[in-house]
Nanobody, 124 residues
Framework: QVQLVESGGGLVQAGGSLRLSCEFS????????MGWFRQAPGKEREFVGA????????SYADSVKGRFTISRDNAKNTVYLQMNSLKPEDTALYYC?????????????????WGQGTQVTVSS
């Protein structure tokens, strides 16, 4: 059974940093594109960023570009989301997800496997 487990969330002041991790259970996901999404209370789930299975290509939402960085270590079955210069509007439940294709990487419907999420709260 494929599992994705996020960790690293927490409470941080505006301007601070957090690094989220997403560990996946199956080695086959090393060949999957991995994405990060977030959902704030009362809002729809939105794309944050994604990374190709090789790690050679990344994609980011405009709202996080220049502040967030995605990386992966396939030897550790882990994907990371480094978040710097955090803002209160970054407060949300953050999910990682796995897709067998890079096509339309911003579209949540392309992702087959999802984690349970980790909460990030940024205080002003």
């Amino acid at each position: 059974q494929v599992q994705l487990v996020e960790s690293g969330g927490g409470l941080v002041q505006a301007g601070g940093s957090l690094r989220l991790s997403c560990e996946f259970s199956e080695r086959t996901l090393r060949l999957y594109a991995m994405g990060w999404f977030r959902q704030a209370p009362g809002k729809e789930r939105e794309f944050v960023g994604a990374i190709s299975w090789t790690g050679g290509t990344t994609s980011y939402a405009d709202s996080v570009k220049g502040r967030f960085t995605i990386s992966r270590d396939n030897a550790k079955n882990t994907v990371y989301l480094q978040m710097n210069s955090l803002k209160p509007e970054d407060t949300a439940l953050y999910y990682c997800a796995a897709s067998s294709t890079w096509r339309r990487e911003m579209d949540a419907l392309q992702y087959k496997y999802w984690g349970q999420g980790t909460q990030v709260t940024v205080s002003s």
